[in-house]
């Protein structure tokens, strides 16, 4: 049998598995099993997810692995100490578990889960004409966003396919300065940056930092998570709104504080300076402590979005896909708008034929993983899986899928070919888990 | 009569294999306790049916974590002649003792000698241990 990705310490080849992909093609093909693709978390759009020849595939590999190296978070020393079982994920050394998906799932969705999502890419935009640069660029407006607001926004190519999904913040300096935080997908983050070039050559006076390795990003969700930073935040940063965001201080040290997440639950994220990242997670680790508080990896940070039906680049979400399709129109403004795609996006607004993201329910305890491909009761191929796993809070197999309009309507019965294998499955209502409101 | 990881044979790919009486030519096949740790959280077994033939080295079934999927490959050739259909409505039997109740299925041998190309305890941990 072939076991799940893992490292240890040292960087060796063995962060990579051979795997034979036994998926629904009769003639076997050698799959290279990049182990964030083995977790799930890794779309086979991008390069490392691609099925290739075996041969060619490994000598790539090989000399890309030898020739790169993987960055690591402020925090890498910490999850290594802790037992957490490493792989690499968007060229990032990462925690994938520590006590296990299924126990740091549930931890955060019955007390707190903590999580370092410092490969998450932050880029940071400064000057008065910061968010007419970003108004022209996101498919969400930005020119009236107020300090202190965080929106959910997409970046589309001039075809209107998806560049990126992205949050804006719109922060001010502890100096009074007015200044935006835009965080990316990791696997995007380069691709974001070389496409902002040109678009920051039309605004020279906005200036543009990656901030990404000058700091960390901690995110701290579950019921309990208010409650675990009470001791941890100024009171005016633990009485923000949901998706209102922060700069503060944090034992006097300077602290991005969001109300936002990737999990369904209530919660933080915050951005802290790369030197401050160990102690302020060593703090939230010891404020938890009394809530059951668990640090989780990318494993359950996975299972977790996928209940919470959120869309993850690479499943979901890529430059062939665009908003309308993905169930993302509301983060489009259109309206008395021109920005990077909004001609594109405005006919396909309007097109009704494309296939619809669903979520299903699937019969047994298999799940289907990306690409298995859907049919009708007719046996007529009408979508396949994006992204699909063993849901530890539902007790059942769940998948998101793309399929034609004509079925996607909740209630409609399909079948997911699962590694050769018919598995009965119903369309259900998204998302999937939703958090119990509070009173 | 317990069956210890000591007396079990191995394959590279965390399979054991373990023949109670030679005159049989009947092996047990099961995943060692390093294999079940390392999967975790599993959710979903596919086994053979009585009858079918295997091959050493070949896939017999699989085993599902939530986050993952790994074939089971069979220590020897031969004929599978029982399977242990309870042990996938309660998996987690094979975290509390992968050895005896967590047992997969049983083989009859077409090719004893194979036996002898498997790992034994002592090189098994080892390779474990990298």
Redesign the interface.
Known sequence: ????A?CDSSASLSFFKWK?D?YSHSKRVLKFLHPTL???LAGPTTVNGSVLEAEQLFVDKANFFMSSQLAATPLLAWHQAHGARMAEFANYQMPI?YA???SEHNATRTAVGVFDISHMGRLRFDGPRADQLLDHLLTRRVVDMQTGQVRYSLICNVEGGILDDVLVSCLESPSGKNYFLLVVNSSNRAKIVHWLQPHLADFPDVEFHDVTDATAMIAIQGPKAIELCKPLLPASALTLGYYRAKVTDQMSKPCMVSRTGYTGEDGWELVVKAEDAARVWESIMMAGREFGVQPVGL?AR??LRLEAAMPLYGHELDETVDPYQAGLGFACNLKDRIFVGSEALIQKSKDSMIQKRVGLILD????A?QGAEIFDTDSRLVGQVTSG??S?TLDK?IAMAYVNPSVAIVGTALDVDI?GTKVSSVIVQLPFYKRPQSL | MSITPEKLKYCNSHEWAYVADVSTGIATIGISAFAVEELTDLVFMALPKVGQTVTAGGEFGEVESVKAVSPMYSPVSGTVVDIHSALVDKLETLTVDPYNEGWIIKVKMSDPTELDRLLDWETYKKQCSH
């Open positions: 049998m072939e076991l799940p893992q034979q036994t083995y977790f799930g578990q296990g998906i299924v494993g996975d299972t047994g305890r298999r799940a993983r796993s063993f530890p197999p590694r």
